[in-house]
């Protein structure tokens, strides 16, 4: 095929007729030559003879010649390609293993390079001049109120209450711009029908101040912002796409949030996804939706809506002098509030990047994730590059008669290593289009497992994607080609090779070393690969307090962030209606028990910090706040509680009865440690009189699984005495069902008893508990099969480059160890003697790779669970297990190979 | 594999000057091009085969000369060069910097005072 196309350049370039035509000019200037000397009285003979002799070398003339046509690099590189092509041809088992592994480690690297790139260093697309754009970050002590053990903390936030914001303007030379948005998910329409999307509110120089401009439509106009005004909204092309097809068809479509319509007036360009890397569907104006969703407190008060700030910096201007303003203008509205003394006064404000991921705080542990998912893609890169080099190292010494023919023939030491690095480059380059393919089929996959929160506004085959490939092609084939090359080239080895048995010395510095390498990467692999299992592990068999198989939890009412209460208006209409689906969904079959509770299990929402004060204390010993969740009688025993101490809720613990709570260990140990919590006098909200705690409940790990955070429990009969504890309860509300087998079959019937009796209701809110628990340990368990799936790569390629390595030595050796056979050395001796060979290459590999996985673990420290440690000895134990047992497997065939070393063939073969 | 280049050889870049000098004469074949430095130097400057032909083609490459094949006088068919109109402009920058150079070297010949 590749000879096809050459003959075909060369017809293109009229390469044989110019050939002809320079020996003609040639033939022509000798002939001129010789009638010249024969016009002097030369006899002819003679005549052409001198012509010849002063012309010189004819062949050296044109071959310098052609050079001037300025095509001879063209045609070496088409012939070291060529070349390459019939080498790939005659190997096809190397060939295939050199391209698959590096299609891998290409293939898996560029989605992800793009997707880091996206999280951390890429400005989002379409916003101007987006490094002048800064995301502001407020820090500010919590609770200056004392309110308590929490005081005193301090948070950095992107987030800034509407005050202070308010008070932040451009009228001065360093800012250009100020703008703020809210994103959160909300539910378009009502029903099973409902659509969750990501909604951006945006204030009235948003979109202005990103400077985006629509693809079809308008932007939402400083007009629009009036209250009085059609409430109109713009969508991102990807909901366009998914919704409406035809951006015709969205524009004066009509969106329903918070029984607000908005009429589509515009659709942003493809990509677009505001200041933050995770995509939104639809922006709103702000004056419009908050006041849909809060009622039209939220601006009065000032301190209870918060929105995420950015600024425009002036040309010229420095982040620290517009953070001195931003801090000064903050301060000063705090001073100026109705309620100076509960605001921190000394709150400062500092810019930051764009990005998110680039801000003052620490990142989060599903940020981290995909870090360290990059660094694990690219330590099988570099394995996949380690081992094409060892490869092509061994195709150097298997072919080194051909090599040091062609070097005999004039190609030069630099000939061969151009040769090499073109064979090395067109492997690259092959495994570069195939890494296309892995990177098209994989990218998506990767991103959703990694960050399943994040929705992307774009393909994970991008620009960034493809010239990633493009790089990596050519610095791997550069790289590869590299130990080979020089070793080929740089060393007057390439003469005796066609001379000497000594030749199967041929590179085994380099080879060993290079095995070694890659046995050093397998391991911290597999390092990683234990370590992760073991925190996997502890997570998944981590008690959770409540019995989470065959656990339903359904949420019917819950205030996390701006989800207003669907379904619940009015506290006695709904009382019936709960009422009415609890009956129903208990009389389901394969449906033991049905439960409520204002707090869902493990959903870390829907908990209060409680007003409490504890009978002998001043203020609560907690650390942090206590939750409260409001139970039916039977809550414990469905939830799979197991009472500690003194008793669970009855029925005569209702209204007007003695008032009672239950607490669990985790308050009962902060609050009287070592002792009995039963007969304590708790006081609840601003209630004078004493709630009596009757039980202590084993604790519960409801936000986060690594600490459990203290809880009280109160009958929710009891609670409509108490104003606060009433309004909570008729804000917040879930059922939790326990099922006879897995829940699934239920989970539709329940949605069916929602859909009839309570409409409006998104069905999104119905959970498996354990589900709930999966997602929870997905850091471990992906970061465990992550590990696991590049370090048995890693182990295999590992195994291959060990076997070839000691495969060849044997063969080489063949001679010496039938020899050895024939002085009388015993089989197991020679097997022995091989595979100790191969040991100690995996042994110096586990040395090394121990070292760098040690100085590695600091990287994937914070991802463990519960603060393990990433320098686990039976981690690394089990993994240079693994590891040297691939090294005996892979030793054993050429061992027994040499065991059985003929002595008389080999003398024959010599 | 690269030639041993010959001591007695021209400054480097000064072949391509003289080429172009003689076509300004009109067009001629390489044979002729030789034939004509040598007679105008003298005898002074032999121009090897191995380095005209190539600066021909480079020369042609680069557009200041353009070929075409044409019956000589002789009768027979020879490959004739003719300047371009970027060769002259070429030949105008060489001889200048070739000027230049002389002057330099004449100065630093120039006995000391």
């Known amino acids: 095929m590749l000879r096809l196309l050459y003959n075909r350049l060369r017809s293109i370039w009229h390469r044989p007729q110019k050939d002809a035509e320079l020996d003609e000019e040639i033939r022509f200037h000798l002939a001129a030559e010789a009638e010249e000397r024969i016009d002097a009285g030369l006899a002819p003979e003679q005549a052409h003879a001198e012509a010849q002799r002063d012309f010189g070398n004819v062949l050296l003339t044109r071959e310098l010649t052609r050079e001037a046509w300025g095509w001879a690099p063209v045609e070496r590189l088409l012939k070291d390609i060529g070349s390459a092509f019939r080498m790939m041809r005659r190997n096809t088992g190397y060939t295939c293993a050199v391209v698959l592994t590096l299609a891998l480690g290409i293939g898996l690297n560029a989605p992800m390079y793009e997707m880091l790139s996206r999280l951390f260093l890429q400005a989002p697309p379409h916003i101007e001049n987006p490094d002048r754009v800064h995301r502001l970050w407020v820090s500010e002590r919590m609770d200056p109120g004392d309110r308590g053990a929490s005081t005193g903390r301090t948070w950095v936030v992107d987030a800034m209450q509407w005050l202070d914001f308010t008070a932040l303007s451009a009228d001065n030379e360093l800012i250009d711009g100020v703008a703020g948005h809210r994103v959160s998910f909300r539910t378009n329409g009502r029903g099973q029908r409902a659509e969750s999307l990501t909604v951006s509110w945006v204030t009235r120089e948003f979109l202005d101040f990103l400077g985006v401009a629509p693809t079809v439509g308008r932007t939402i106009a400083a007009a629009d912002h009036d209250l009085a005004a059609q409430p109109v909204a713009v969508i991102s092309d990807g909901y366009r796409r998914q919704r409406f097809g035809s951006a015709e068809e969205a524009l004066g479509a009509t969106l329903n949030f918070d029984d607000v319509t908005y009429v589509v007036v515009g659709v942003l360009p493809p990509g677009f996804t505001g200041p933050r890397s995770n995509a939104v569907d639809v922006w709103l104006p702000l004056e419009h939706a908050a006041t849909a969703s809060r009622g039209d407190s939220w601006r009065r008060h000032g301190t209870t809506f918060y929105l995420t700030p950015f600024v425009r910096l002036a040309p010229g201007a420095t982040e620290e002098a517009a953070a001195a303003v931003a801090t000064a203008a903050v301060r000063a509205a705090r001073a100026g509030s109705r309620f100076p003394d509960s605001l921190d006064a000394d709150a400062t404000v500092a810019l930051g990047p764009i990005l998110r991921t680039r801000g003052p705080t620490t990142l989060r542990r599903h940020m981290r994730l995909p870090l360290v998912a990059g660094g694990i893609t690219f330590v099988v890169l570099l394995i996949a590059a380690v081992n094409m080099s060892n490869l092509l190292m061994l195709r150097v010494a298997a072919r080194r008669r051909e090599l040091a023919v062609r070097y005999a023939l004039g190609l030069g030491r630099w000939g061969i290593g151009r040769l090499l690095v073109t064979e090395s480059l067109v492997l690259a380059g092959l495994s570069g289009v195939a890494a296309l393919a892995v990177a098209a089929t994989t990218g998506d996959a990767l991103r959703r497992t990694l960050l399943p929160s994040y929705q992307w506004a774009e393909d994970p085959l991008g620009a960034t994607a493809v010239g990633f490939t493009g790089i990596a092609v050519l610095g791997v084939g550069l790289a590869a080609a590299l130990a080979p090359a020089v070793y080929a080239a740089g060393s007057r080895r390439i003469e005796k090779l066609d001379t000497s048995r000594g030749a199967s010395a041929l590179g085994t510095p380099v080879r060993t070393g290079l095995i070694v390498l890659q046995a050093a990467l397998s391991l911290v692999l597999l390092s990683g690969t234990a370590v992760f299992y073991r925190s996997f592990e502890a997570a998944r068999q981590l008690d959770v307090g409540y019995t989470k198989e065959h656990l339903l939890t359904v949420t019917l009412g819950s205030i996390h962030g701006d989800t207003r209460l669907d379904g619940l208006d009015g506290a006695a209409l709904n009382e019936s209606a709960i009422h009415a689906v609890e009956d129903r969904v208990r009389d389901l079959p394969e449906v033991l028990d049905v439960a409520q509770g204002t707090s869902s299990p493990m959903s870390g929402s829907g908990a209060a910090y409680g007003e409490l004060r504890i009978d002998g204390f001043d203020r609560p010993p907690f650390r942090d706040l206590p939750h409260v969740n409001l139970t039916t009688p039977n809550f414990f025993r469905v939830a799979g509680l197991d009472m500690r101490e003194g008793r669970g809720f009855n029925q005569w613990d209702r209204e007007g009865a003695q008032k009672v709570a239950v607490v669990d260990t985790s308050f009962a140990e902060q609050a009287w440690p070592g002792q009995s919590g039963v007969g304590r006098c708790l006081f609840v909200g601003n209630a004078a009189d004493c709630t009596t705690v009757v039980g202590v409940v084993e604790s519960t790990r409801n936000w986060g699984l690594e600490a459990a955070y203290p809880v009280y429990y109160l009958p929710i009969s009891q609670a409509s005495s108490d104003s606060a504890l009433a309004g909570w309860r008729s804000l917040q509300r879930s059922l939790i069902v326990r099922t006879a087998s897995s829940p699934g079959r239920v989970e539709a019937r329940v949605l069916g008893v929602l859909a009839e009796l309570l409409p409006e209701l998104p069905g999104s809110h119905v959970q498996d508990l354990s589900s709930t628990f999966e997602r929870r340990i997905r850091t471990w368990s992906v970061g465990t099969r992550l590990f696991g799936a590049s370090a048995a790569l890693a182990v295999l390629l590992a195994a291959i480059g060990l076997y070839s390595v000691i495969a060849f030595s044997v063969r080489q050796r063949e001679l010496e160890f039938g020899i050895r056979r024939a002085l009388g050395a015993r089989a197991s001796r020679l097997l022995r003697m091989v595979l100790t060979r191969g040991v100690s290459l995996a042994a110096a590999g586990v040395v090394a790779g121990a070292l760098v996985a040690l100085w590695a673990g600091r990287f994937v420290e914070p991802l463990l669970f519960d603060g393990r440690s990433p320098r686990d000895p039976l981690a690394f134990a089990a993994a240079a297990v693994v590891l040297l047992a691939a090294a005996v497997s892979a030793s054993f065939l050429p061992a027994r190979r040499a065991a059985r070393a003929d002595p008389r063939q080999a003398l024959e073969a010599e | ?113």
């Open chain 2, 1 to 113: 594999m690269s030639p041993a280049s010959p001591r007695n050889q021209l400054l480097y870049g000064t072949l391509d000057l003289l080429i172009l000098r003689t076509l300004v004469y009109g067009p001629a074949h390489g044979h002729a091009i030789a034939g004509h430095i040598q007679r105008v130097s003298e005898n002074a400057l032999r121009i090897e085969t191995g380095s005209l032909y190539p600066a021909l083609h480079r020369l042609e490459a680069r557009g200041w000369i353009a070929a075409e094949w044409k019956t000589s006088d002789k009768g027979k068919r020879a490959r004739y060069y003719r300047l371009t109109r970027s060769g002259r402009r070429q030949l105008v920058v060489e001889q200048s910097r070739w000027q230049q150079l002389s002057v330099a070297v004449t100065r630093v010949l120039r006995p000391a005072e």
